[in-house]
Structure formats: structure tokens, C-alpha cells
């Protein structure tokens, strides 16, 4: 699980029962300073891509967004994995909308399609292309 706040962290969240009873979720780990402002919204992508190149398992990702405008894609980072999940920034948009990012959501069926909505009155659709390589980007 993942959330967000407004002291500018993210905390990763995991649960070691298989039932994921509410008194068994403990804190894994916190992202700070990848924010200025305040963190609006998170999600997490439940069902992984099929073309992430990691090495034996898949990695974990999650999105997120806030008053800065800017859309973030964290990715699990297993090369500094001390003890437990650790994370780092894969991409990052700039200006995704003209004001507040108020919520993030990436598409049940298709999941390289992340949805947006903002203050500006608009929800827009982005497709995460091809991250691995110097042109990794989300596009709209």
C-alpha cells in the first residue's frame, strides 16, 4: 500500500498476513524530497508491465502527483535494497496540467495508461512509453 501527505513524504506500507487485516500493515519505507508541495494523490500499479526488463521478479510502481503541476513515476529500486522495498524516480512530467494534480490513476485493463485530473478542469490520459531507454517519457 502507498500513501501520501502533506509534510511532502510518500510511505510505502506492507501487510504480512494473507487475509491483509488492517492490524498487520507496518511501514516499509518513506520517499521524501522528490515533492516541494503538497502531495495530492497516489497510485500504486496493481498488475505489472509486461515489457519492464528487471531482473527475476517484477519490479513494484506507483504514481503520483500534487501542487506542483508535475507527475512522478516511482520504480522499485532492487540495485540499493538494504532491507526491505526501496524506491527511486523513474520519470517525471513536468506541467502535466496548468494548476493542482488531484488525482493519479492508472487504467485497469491497459496498464500503461495513467489518468489525470487537475484543477484546470481538464482529466487527461497519459501513455507511459518505453522508460528504459534515453527517450523514457510519459506522452498524452
Known sequence: MVSCSDDLTIK?????????SIELWSHACTLSG????????????????????????????????GADDAIRVFIEDTDNEVDGLTFKLLLKKEKA???????????????????????????KIWELVCPWGPAGHIAS
Do not use: M
Not at 12 to 20: A, F, G, Q, V
Not at 39 to 51: C, K
Open 34 to 65: 522528490y515533492h516541494d508541495t503538497t502531495i495530492f494523490t497516489v497510485d500504486w500499479l496493481r498488475e505489472l508491465l509486461r515489457f519492464v526488463p528487471y531482473e527475476d521478479k517484477d519490479p513494484e510502481i506507483f504514481a503520483s502527483a
Open 12 to 20: 510505502i506500507w506492507k501487510n504480512s498476513d494473507d487475509d491483509h
Open 97 to 123: 496540467h496548468e494548476t493542482n494534480v488531484n488525482s493519479v490513476k492508472w487504467h485497469s485493463g491497459d496498464k500503461r495508461f495513467l489518468a489525470s485530473a487537475s484543477d484546470d478542469r481538464t482529466v
